[in-house]
């Protein structure tokens, strides 16, 4: 399985120094386990609406890159606060906290079809006509 995310996309987010601070292994063997982590969470989160097989395309690094950029956004800040929660708990950034709140915020309206964005792949469920609600009348006493 590869990577979803490149090692450039960070320098959107994150200081290499910092990534060296929460994974100095050469490898990035935490980063990776918290980048697969991440887009488990997004896909969880997406599942019921999205079509998170195409969302999460690896990228082979031929032709034009697909990624969705609030996607790949999103994996790296959900990530990196993941990274920041193992190493360090007490001294997560402000700023770190909030893009994660903020991550998880849009994931729970865009997954409920709250704030449904229009550029993620629906899932094409073929006749699917959307949720039925099934409700009755309040049983009503004639008791006097």
Known sequence: MGRFLKDEDYGLVAREEVLDL???SE??????????????????RLAKRKDVA???TEWD??????RDPYIVMLVMDIALYHL???????QIPTTRKERYQDAVDWLKDEGAGLNDSGDLPD????DYLGDVRISSRA???HKW
């Open 22 to 24: 929460l994974d100095g």
């Open 27 to 44: 490898e990035l063997t935490d980063l990776k386990k918290a980048e697969i982590t991440a887009v488990s969470q997004i896909k969880k």
């Open 54 to 56: 195409t969302i999460f």
């Open 61 to 66: 690094g031929n032709g034009t890159d697909t």
């Open 84 to 90: 920041w929660t193992g190493k360090a708990p007490g």
């Open 123 to 126: 899932i094409n469920n073929g």
């Open 139 to 141: 049983p009503e006493n």
